[in-house]
């Protein structure tokens, strides 16, 4: 996991944003029937704009989403695989835990 810079974060409707140089890592969305949607990417700011315009079709029926956390990786592929094991898991538990730990300030 790669430490970052909290400061570059900033609020946006709802759900903070992250003003910086593209960054891959893993998301963590909570949508408005209150489950957790994980997702890998390089451009998390696209990423969302892309989730919140309904362009997902994993989260377009349960608009809005919430952005809970962000955990970055040096490169893409580790992101994919990080993503993998959360999904493979199945786990709230394990995936608030996640959030706990790598929650963006709001």
Known sequence: MV???LAKVEVAGSSPVIRSEKMN??????CANGRY???????????LAEHRRGHCHST???LPVQ???F????TLKQARQLEYSIKKRKSRKHIEELIDKNKIPI
């Open 25 to 30: 890592g893993v998301y963590i969305l909570e």
């Open 60 to 62: 377009k029926y349960v």
């Open 3 to 5: 430490e970052r810079d």
């Open 37 to 47: 949607y994980a997702g890998s990417t390089n451009d998390l700011e696209r990423r």
């Open 67 to 69: 952005l809970k956390a």
């Open 71 to 74: 955990i970055e990786t040096e």
